[in-house]
């Protein structure tokens, strides 16, 4: 398949944009048809089952087909921050991670450019990949897109798919993602992913490594606990058993801009509660509840080399000088 099957006139995305990014157009997403990536690391802050000994290598691409107002990576997802990559480079990304030990590949908000990233991947196993694979996005995708990463049948290139479930409410969806028809197109995306990958470990699931599967995201936002219910709801009607729910609650009040609305504040001890109740209602209990975080200071930074804190990432890539080694120095860009 190539390259302007879906760039030419860009359909990739539900937003269905039609520019032409071959030639150099941007659609929603702010990206033309080359692959840019921000950074890669050894990643400590996902799910126990992801992280491994010594990190999930995280993959950072540039740009975002959702624009949530409320974005954490807004240097990236819509300030253009990272750097264009090659087929090549992106399979060397790759490798690289594996060399230093990551534990899956974990590509994340790359649903704008599944097509780049699929030749990425099918490079990288012919390099000599051999991790599982796993897809890190908003599910704000559509299946035509997502059979280049997984046909159902002989093509597999991701083995874990790792989707946020945002909202089923089209109010929330209008008013913090400009994307009312996100609730019917993440659903049909999650499905699709839980018919192609059921669960699969290596040794007991909250011991060891999930090597395919899915694990849907659900961040909690304040003062929309009745869009929360109705997630939870969904998950325990529809992916009991198919799929683990990793319900997090780091939500931060950080604006896109000065003019888009947002939650106001973190979540209250109260409505932390609340929630927990209501994983006792629809009795929920496969998988993971962030605890509480309630300040700033985790917030990604990508214009340093290592853009989380130390104790949460080992850069292995970034922008402003490819792979981190002994010729890249840390101490050059940590303030700037």
Not at 3 to 31: I, K, N, Q, S
Not at 32 to 55: N, Q, Y
Not at 102 to 120: D, L, M, P, R, Y
Request: glycine content about 8%.
């Amino acid at each position: 398949m190539s390259m302007t099957d879906f760039y030419a006139a860009c359909r990739l995305c539900p937003r269905v944009c039609l520019v032409d990014r071959t030639a150099g157009e941007c659609g929603f997403c702010g990206e033309t048809a080359v692959l840019r990536i921000a950074s890669a690391s050894l990643h400590s802050g996902e799910e126990p089952p992801l992280t491994g000994d010594k990190g999930s290598g995280t993959i950072f691409v540039t740009g975002c087909s959702v624009g949530c107002h409320f974005c954490q990576n807004v240097q990236i997802s819509r300030k253009g921050m990272g750097r264009a990559v090659t087929v090549a480079e992106f399979a060397g990304i790759c490798i690289a991670l594996q060399r230093r030990g990551a534990a899956n590949i974990n590509i994340v908000t790359g649903s704008h450019a599944i097509q780049a990233i699929a030749e990425g991947l099918q490079a990288a196993r012919e390099a000599g990949l051999i991790l599982p694979v796993l897809w890190n996005s908003s599910a704000y995708e559509t299946t035509d897109a997502l059979k280049l990463l997984d046909d159902g049948r002989t093509h597999r290139l991701v083995d874990v798919w790792l989707p946020d479930l945002k909202t089923l409410d089209e109010g929330v969806a209008r008013r913090y993602l400009t994307a009312p028809d996100y609730p019917d197109t993440a659903v049909k995306a999650i499905r699709f992913m839980m018919d192609n990958a059921p669960l699969e470990w290596q040794g007991t699931p909250f011991k060891s490594a999930l090597l395919r599967g899915v694990m849907i995201r659900h961040l909690v936002l304040p003062g929309e606990l009745a869009s929360t219910r109705d997630v939870l709801r969904w998950f325990a009607e529809n992916a009991r058993s198919r799929a683990l729910l990793s319900l997090m609650t780091q939500y931060t009040p950080v604006a896109r801009d000065e003019t888009t609305p947002i939650p106001a504040g973190y979540l209250s001890k109260r409505e932390n509660a609340a929630v927990l109740e209501m994983l006792d209602e629809f009795g929920i209990d496969e998988g993971f509840v962030q605890e509480p975080i309630q300040d700033d200071a985790w917030l990604p930074d990508f214009d340093r080399i290592n853009p989380f804190a130390s104790s949460l990432s080992v850069p292995v890539w970034h922008w402003k000088c490819g792979i981190v080694s002994g010729g890249c120095s840390l101490s050059l860009f940590q303030n700037n």
